[in-house]
């Protein structure tokens, strides 16, 4: 028997281990996003980009974002 047919392996679809990450709470959707984008980027400019988003520039903003609306509100 091939090891790649045996019957506990499966092909995965595209997508698929950033779809499990997210729906584990390893990547939130912003994230996620910026997986798709950094594969399918065609520029240096473009990689980094996604990849800044990946590591979680904008969900920090928002992060701080929510944290000072929350102070805010609290006075």
Known sequence: MDVLTA?????VLSGEFTLRAFLNGHLDLS???NVGKLISSKSVAAA??????IQ?????LVKSLRTLHRVACRN
């Open 48 to 53: 980094d980009a996604a990849l800044a988003g």
């Open 31 to 33: 994230q996620a996003e």
């Open 56 to 60: 979680g520039g904008f969900s920090a």
């Open 7 to 11: 019957p506990f392996f499966s092909y």
